[in-house]
């Protein structure tokens, strides 16, 4: 067991010390660890190499749609709005509300995120966010790194409720009882990350000199949030939420301002040496000069307007499901699919995996986003080749993120295929009185690994089901747990990285803000699983399950 642990960790450390600590480019890490697993899963585990390669295969293909989809076309609408200057009467904008930087991050960044998180998920918010705040002046790794910390409360809702939904879906469990499981956990947090990030971005006096604003921001946000996914479901949690938010926080800021204007777009203590300072010269917009007309400021909104009703048609079901019966291709990887079995302690009875690439091109969420960037595009008064030429740009600038995202997404299925995650699995569900602690812990490098809190719960939700009952724990308590300590690996994992430094137009500099996100992300997961096990051992009736 302890060498079967060891050698299944093998892959993320050499892609972890790959980026952090060698300074190697995010494509170059990640095929690094893809090698790595490779050759365990083939020499070590015993997974013939075809099968082996089909799953790495399965994985490329999942990564470049609908994940790099999502994110090429998110930056071909940023490149329209920044072409005709659209983007910068937007920042004007948003400047206008408040001059304070750290009011500005808590508006986009944690509630102007969410949205974008509740609506679409995978990647979106931290496209947009960052891409905001890099306009306004941040400095790259500010407005990167801030940018992930931030998308964290939100993500166990996103995407309309998916991952929930997965969750119950892998488990077998109440999908109302664990949407309020879960809106038990994370609205503790919706009021601590805001703070959180303010400190990060400007330390303890200037988070203090600001907190009747981050405590409005964080409260309008947790409140709807337990209530909505406690009395309603998983599915309009976070567009509640973070509309609720954004509202509570303009009308606040109508009525109050800080004493002190914070003007700096740094992160504190690090103005030099976050290697990013030479970048914000080059990013930063001139925001003063006369406020925009109403005129101005609505043809800014537009297009990011057209954004979020796309987004949401796309979210849809009924939506889904009307472009599903357009079209939609059912790729079976011969050869991997059915053959893989996964069987107890891992999953409660033996299953064939399945291994069949849905080609669901118009429903995916990138198809949307392609859509609204397309009307918008005309709109703003773009000739068709001109969209053309500027797609073509876009798909240039990101070409190396879209390796990065297919080759991460390589690694995290071949991890699944092979057994690699189940063995790390098995050993954190060995922690015994701890396990609460670990089991969150487990959700948190399950997302780690796959960049998705949805692929986390379908990983790792029937282990946690398995060991909680074994243990004498709820089982809907530590599959709730799985998600919500999920969320906090957000930050960290490869293909989050690669979407926020595309975004903010600061490529291979994947490691520096690993390095930056790091110590966040896992102090914020063992505060969840510190809150998981004070409800398994201290406050059970906080865990009871609710009866619909």
């Not at 004007?92 to 949205?115: K, N, P, V």
């Not at 291709?329 to 893989?340: R, Y």
Request: glycine share 10%.
């Amino acid at each position: 067991m302890a060498l079967s642990t060891l050698l299944a960790a093998v892959p993320i450390v050499v892609m972890l010390v790959g980026l952090g600590f060698l300074h190697m480019r995010a494509h170059v890490a990640a095929f690094a660890g893809l090698v790595a697993a490779f050759v365990i899963a083939v020499f070590m585990f015993g997974m013939p190499a075809d099968k082996a390669g089909l799953a790495a295969g399965y994985g490329a293909a999942y990564g470049l749609m609908p994940i790099g989809w999502i994110v090429l076309n998110i930056i071909f609408l940023h490149q329209l709005t920044e072409a005709n200057g659209s983007f910068t009467t937007l920042q004007r904008s948003i400047a206008g509300i408040t001059g304070d930087r750290r009011l500005q991050l808590l508006l986009i960044a944690f509630s102007f995120g969410a949205f974008f998180e509740g609506a679409a998920g995978f990647g979106t918010p931290v496209a947009v966010t960052a891409a905001l705040l890099i306009g306004l002046g941040f400095s790259p790794l500010a407005a990167s790194g801030l940018s992930l910390v931030a998308n964290t409360a939100p993500v166990a809702y996103g995407a309309l409720g998916t991952p929930v939904m997965a969750l119950a879906a892998v488990t077998g469990l109440d999908l109302l009882d664990l949407s309020a499981m879960i809106g038990r956990q994370l609205p503790f947090f919706s009021l601590i990350v805001p703070f959180w990030l303010i400190w990060a971005f400007a330390g303890w006096r200037g988070m203090m000199e600001i907190w009747p604003a981050i405590l409005v921001c964080g409260i309008s946000f947790a409140v709807p949030q337990f209530l909505v996914s406690n009395f309603h479901g998983p599915w309009l949690v976070d567009v509640v939420a973070a509309i609720v938010s954004m509202i509570c926080l303009v009308a606040f800021l109508r009525v109050w301002q800080p004493k002190k204007l914070w003007t700096s777009t740094a992160l504190k203590g690090r103005t030099n040496g976050d290697g990013s300072e030479g970048a914000t010269a080059k990013s930063a917009t001139d925001l003063s000069g006369a406020r925009p007309s109403t005129g101005a400021l609505i043809k800014a909104w537009l297009p990011w307007a057209i954004l979020t009703v796309f987004v949401f048609a796309w979210g849809i079901p009924q939506v889904k499901a009307a472009l599903d019966a357009i079209f939609i291709s059912k790729i079976p990887f011969e050869g991997l699919h059915n053959l893989v079995f996964k069987v107890p302690p891992v999953v409660a009875a033996p299953h064939a995996e399945a291994a069949v690439f849905t080609f669901n091109i118009l429903s995916m969420t990138g198809s949307g986003i392609f859509a609204s960037a397309i009307v918008a595009g005309l709109l703003m008064g773009y000739s068709p080749l001109a969209l053309v030429r500027i797609y073509l740009k876009t798909l240039w600038k990101v070409r190396y993120s879209l390796a990065t995202i297919a080759i991460m997404l390589a690694l995290g299925f071949l991890t699944r295929y092979s057994g690699l995650d189940a063995t790390l699995g098995l050993a954190f569900a060995m922690t015994g009185p701890f396990y609460p602690l670990f089991g969150t812990m487990l959700g948190w490098l399950g997302v780690a690994l796959t960049g998705s809190d949805t692929a986390s719960n379908v990983l790792f939700g029937g282990l946690q089901k398995i060991t909680s009952e074994q243990l004498g724990l709820s089982p809907t308590l530590m599959a709730a747990a799985n998600s919500s300590g999920g969320v906090m690996g957000k930050m960290i994992d490869a293909q989050s990285i690669v979407v926020a430094s595309t975004a903010t137009g600061w490529q291979n500099s994947e490691g520096i803000i690993l390095r930056y996100v790091f110590f966040h992300s896992i102090a914020l997961a063992v505060l969840v699983g510190m809150l998981v096990t004070l409800q398994a051992y201290v406050w059970p009736f906080t865990s009871l399950v609710i009866h619909h």
